[in-house]
């Protein structure tokens, strides 16, 4: 079957109308990877806290290692299963971590998923969630060696996939979670998850998700639909844990030996919200001349083609409409055959 | 190791090409140290120039 690779990105914590919120991104993902054949995307379109989906054709990548393979660094190569550990912040109470602990047994019991050990980290992680900027999610951790740490110590046991469990604060921004769990706002938390995400994969190299542990919360009557998947369980962890349990192998291009599923040289476009070009995988997309298909999807960022002159960039309305342009792509359709007005062509001697 | 977030703000020169834009950006804050996640989060006009502006989360 012919398949045309593509990376799909929605930046995590920009607020974006689709995939700004909990896993509320998975049903355009799955008409991409319906499309191309072979899609690469990361936790922040996958992760729906309780709700995920597994896709053979849908490579689940952590956003790091995402953009290391937009820079043509490592190629990914499918597995039949990952060997899951599990980080939990030293922080979290023994009721949550019991809770997530539930969840690990139930991934094993019910959907064969092969957890085989946790960490407690030394230290507390100590999550800071910033608001320096106004209108993104942003922050860092206070202590990342402890993170490192436990992620070796995994690593040394055998596993080949890591899931990260921190405790975030109760005291989060109260008027800005509900305005998020109403439709309204951006989720305070994902810029740290991403950070934490980002710096596992950086120094251990190896598929890794996000989880934060939190305290329960109370019911909420006008719950937007897109966040609702966040409001089912206590614990985001299973989604975490489906995506890890097929992710790919990264594998590092500059001494490899192994053969990769795919490898960055066969990607032709990146599907990103139109106001979000400022991202690495996207410059470094542009840096290696493929298609940029910008999707309208509103967030809280304006870096848009109009700083950009880049000719291979296209503009659709939505994800149906980025679908259609890569079912052109893959097939050898010039898309502007499509288009009314057709031009003629030009004489240019 | 100390994790850092900070905010940077880079004038683009004039006849940079977009293909060599990441490498300019990364040329200018890896000095602040290793870098985990950045991005390019706003660009304005002041003046007569384009001003890049950029979180970055850096260790030192």
């Known amino acids: ?349 | 190791m100390t994790m850092r977030s900070i905010y940077y703000e880079l004038s683009l020169p004039k006849h940079i090409y977009v293909k060599d834009l990441r490498k300019f950006v990364i040329g200018k804050i890896s000095k602040e140290g290793e870098l985990i996640r950045w991005s390019i989060y706003d660009i304005i006009i002041s003046g007569n120039k384009k001003i890049l502006k950029i979180n970055a989360l850096v260790l030192n």
Not at chain 1, 52 to 65: H, L, N, Q
Not at chain 1, 213 to 237: H, M, Q, S
Not at chain 1, 258 to 285: F, M, N, Q, R, Y
């Open chain 1, 1 to 349: 079957m012919r398949t045309t690779p593509t990376i799909l990105v929605i930046p995590t914590g920009i607020g974006c109308e689709i995939g700004g919120f909990a896993g509320d991104a998975l049903p355009a993902a799955k008409l991409l990877a319906s499309a191309t054949g072979c899609l690469v995307t990361h936790p922040n379109v996958m992760n729906g806290g309780m709700l995920s989906e597994k896709d053979e054709r849908i490579f689940y990548v952590e956003g790091y290692s995402l953009d290391r393979f937009a820079r043509a660094e490592i190629g990914l190569k499918k597995v039949n299963q990952q060997k899951i550990g599990i980080i939990f912040d030293k922080k979290i109470e023994n009721e949550i971590l019991l809770r997530h602990l539930q969840v690990a047994d139930a991934c094993i019991a019910t959907l064969g998923i092969d957890i085989t050990s946790y960490v407690i980290t030394d230290e507390p992680v100590g999550i800071v969630i910033s608001d320096e900027l106004s209108g993104l999610s942003s922050g860092y951790v206070r202590n990342p060696e402890t993170l490192i740490k436990a992620g070796k110590s995994l690593i040394n046991q055998g596993i080949t996939a890591i899931a990260i469990v921190t405790r975030f604060p109760d005291e989060i921004d109260v008027e800005n979670v509900n305005l998020y769990r109403e439709g309204k706002g951006i989720d305070v938390i994902a810029g740290v998850e991403a950070v934490i995400s980002h710096l596992i994969s950086k120094y251990l190299k190896i598929p890794c998700a996000h989880a934060p542990a939190l305290a329960p919360i109370d019911l909420k009557v006008n719950l937007d639909p897109r966040a609702a998947a966040e409001e089912i369980g206590y614990t985001f962890l299973p989604s975490v844990l489906i995506g890890l349990s097929t992710a790919p192998d990264l594998i590092d291009l500059k001494d490899y030996n192994d053969k990769v599923t795919i490898s960055p040289h066969d990607i032709d476009s990146i599907v990103v919200p139109s106001g979000a070009l400022g991202g690495e995988a996207v410059l470094a997309c542009m840096e290696r001349d493929l298609n940029i298909i910008a999707v309208k999807n509103e967030g809280v960022l304006n870096v848009s083609d109009k700083w950009f002159d880049y000719k291979k960039l296209f503009k659709v309305d939505n994800y149906i409409e980025a679908a259609g342009l890569l079912i052109a792509i893959k097939e050898g359709i010039n898309y502007k055959s499509i288009n009314r007005p057709l031009k003629s062509i030009q004489n240019c001697t």
